[in-house]
């Protein structure tokens, strides 16, 4: 399984940014998928999740509104809009994959997990 994200960089605030996450190896449509982040210093936390059909998404409330999480099953792909980027979001996003059933907040219910993308916001 390799999940492979891509689109991270350095953006001033206020600015927008795509994160994308390709999956190989899996029934990608049979799995939820998450993003999380971790700052330096920080410990990883949950940003985004959705579920395989798309139906059921979440967001830390750090994100909402200025995030929106969406997957194309037909391109095996995960998707973290981001807008309103404030330098508190600085940090290497993560793409993981979950057998659905489980948290999907919960960093530790994730089976499958990329090797991240750095996003970093200057103000």
């Known amino acids: 399984v390799q999940l492979q994200a891509s689109g991270g960089g350095l953006v001033q605030a206020g600015d927008s940014l795509r994160l994308s996450c390709a999956a190989s190896?899996?029934?990608?449509?049979?799995?939820?998928m998450g993003w999380f982040r971790q700052a330096p210093g920080e410990e990883r936390e949950f940003v985004a999740a959705?579920?395989?059909?798309?139906?059921?998404?979440d967001y830390a409330d750090s994100v909402k509104g200025r995030f929106t999480i969406s997957r194309d099953n037909a391109k095996n792909t995960v998707y973290l809009q981001m807008s309103s980027l404030k330098p508190e979001d600085t940090a290497v996003y993560y793409c993981?994959?979950?057998?659905?059933?489980?948290?999907?907040?919960?960093?530790?219910?994730?089976?499958?997990w990329g090797q991240g993308t750095l996003v970093t916001v200057s103000s």
């Open positions: 190896g899996l029934t990608f449509n049979t799995y939820a």
């Open positions: 993981a994959a979950q057998v659905p059933g489980r948290p999907m907040r919960v960093g530790a219910m994730f089976d499958y």
């Open positions: 959705i579920s395989r059909g798309g139906r059921t998404i």
